[in-house]
Nanobody
Framework: QVQLVESGGGLVQPGGSPRLSCAASGSIFTIAGMGWYRQAPGKQRELVATITSGGKTVYSDSVKGRFTVSRDNAKNTVYLQMNSLKPGDTAVYYC???????????????WGQGTQVTVSS
């Protein structure tokens, strides 16, 4: 079994710089891609940023230049450093990972439970 657990969300003032973390645990052999998605009330879930095991990153235009995604492969953890937050960044942020399990060696997507980020003064 594999689990993803996010942390670091909360109430942040505009311009704030929180960092989100997502730790994967369980019967993990390798983790290919890891990333972050977000969903605001009444809207569809959208890509925020992704990073491969080799460190290649992809960002949505709305966060490019403000957010930075990184990962610690030894800890099976991905991070999202969020800078210059705007009210429009308010959403539930979800961690996503493509993981090859030691049980059966199958690669499949996993999702975290989500962490709320609210940007308000």
């Amino acid at each position: 079994q594999v689990q993803l657990v996010e942390s670091g969300g909360g109430l942040v003032q505009p311009g704030g710089s929180p960092r989100l973390s997502c730790a994967a645990s369980g019967s993990i052999f390798t983790i290919a891609g890891m990333g972050w998605y977000r969903q605001a009330p009444g809207k569809q879930r959208e890509l925020v940023a992704t990073i491969t095991s080799g460190g290649k990153t992809v960002y949505s235009d709305s966060v490019k230049g403000r957010f930075t995604v990184s990962r610690d492969n030894a800890k099976n953890t991905v991070y999202l450093q969020m800078n210059s937050l705007k009210p429009g960044d308010t959403a539930v942020y979800y961690c996503n990972a493509a993981i090859q399990s030691r049980i059966g060696m199958r690669v499949q997507d996993y999702w975290g439970q989500g962490t709320q980020v609210t940007v308000s003064s």
